[in-house]
């Protein structure tokens, strides 16, 4: 998801070619940043409140199982895993991010997949319990 803004103040529409104010001496017009969301830029893609229809067609109660409780985990993918967080809630930020600055979220019911070769520090703050399995590039 895009958001687009002027300076921190986030828009949902914007005309470019209309100017802002117009005084005799000049037009004042939008200056438009593009973000991108840290799961766009990371190529980390996530689905919330994924239908249970939907996780037993993926054959999720059959996954592997991972638990944990409050820790920080630094974590390199090697191949490409699908995660389905049943418990809990994980941070994810990614390396070279400052811990406070750009993360990502996830909460129990949330299908993650996170590409080959991301590297992120992960911070669970309670008890967690996820499933994953691990894909090959192009698997859906």
Request: charged share 30%; glycine share 6%; hydrophobic share 35%.
């Amino acid at each position: 998801m895009a958001t687009f803004s002027v300076g921190s103040t986030p828009l949902r529409s914007l005309h470019l070619a209309s100017p802002l104010r117009k005084t005799p001496q000049m037009a004042v017009r939008a200056c438009v940043t593009f973000r991108r969301s840290v799961e766009e830029i990371y190529n980390v893609r996530a689905k919330r409140n994924v239908p249970k229809e939907r996780l037993a067609k993926l054959g999720v109660k059959h996954w592997s199982t991972w638990k944990t409780g409050k820790c920080q985990v630094p974590w390199d993918w090697q191949v490409d895993q699908q995660v389905y967080i049943v418990s809990g809630e994980v941070r994810v930020v990614p390396e070279g991010a400052k811990s406070g600055d750009r993360y990502m979220r996830f909460v129990a019911g949330d299908l993650v997949r996170y590409p080959k070769w991301f590297k992120a520090d992960m911070f669970f703050n309670g008890p967690y319990e996820e499933r994953y399995r691990f894909r090959a590039y192009g698997d859906d």
